[in-house]
């Protein structure tokens, strides 16, 4: 039995390569055709191999689809040089080994502590379509649309000691700023709230940081 897995193997064996890859940041991925051992998962031979670059705003669905085609392309390119090709496998590699198990929606968490603007960027790029980025504001989950690396924010504010989650309103861009770890940042101009209609920037800046422009407003990164 043959098996199209899509990375480089024995890079990210498991369930959910390719969202791996993209969160992890990887500049490159492929496609690996392997003979199925029994009752183990992507530890078998290699019979074909091909790369693929990663561009750097690249996302799950055109990835996805890149891959899709890479895949099929080379099964039958594999299939017509049977039984031949099966001669030329190759034990994968001991070294490089990562692990790609099924994800579940507690991924999306955005933990600002931990994370610089381009790890939050890369887990934005690598669950688009699946999951949207969460994060908690006044004990409510809020959704994150729309995100971007961005500079740092408003000339004129010292945004050198930004402590992460904290908010602020880009009123050229109508969009919030949020910084994270580094200090880094990224933008969002949309949001979902829980028990509320989908806002743009500005309406969140409207209904819940206007009367409150003295105070310092933050994200959480409490447990969902």
Known sequence: MLNVHASLLPRWRGAAPIIYSLINGDTQTGITIMKIMPEKFDIGEIVAQEKLDI????TLPELYVKLAKMGANMLVDVIRKLPQILSFSRPQEKIGITYAPKITSKISLVKWNEMTAKNVYDL?????????????????????FDV?????????INAEND?????????KNNALIVACKGPSWISVKKVIMTGHSPMTAMDFRNGFMQGKMKEKIFFQSNVI
Do not use: A, M, N, W
């Open 148 to 156: 971007q690396q961005t500079s740092k924010p408003i000339s004129g």
């Open 55 to 58: 561009h750097p705003d690249e």
């Open 124 to 144: 934005h790029r690598g669950l688009l379509g699946l999951y949207p980025l969460t994060t908690k504001y006044c004990d409510k989950t809020v959704k994150l």
């Open 163 to 171: 402590v992460p989650g904290l908010v602020r309103f880009d009123r």
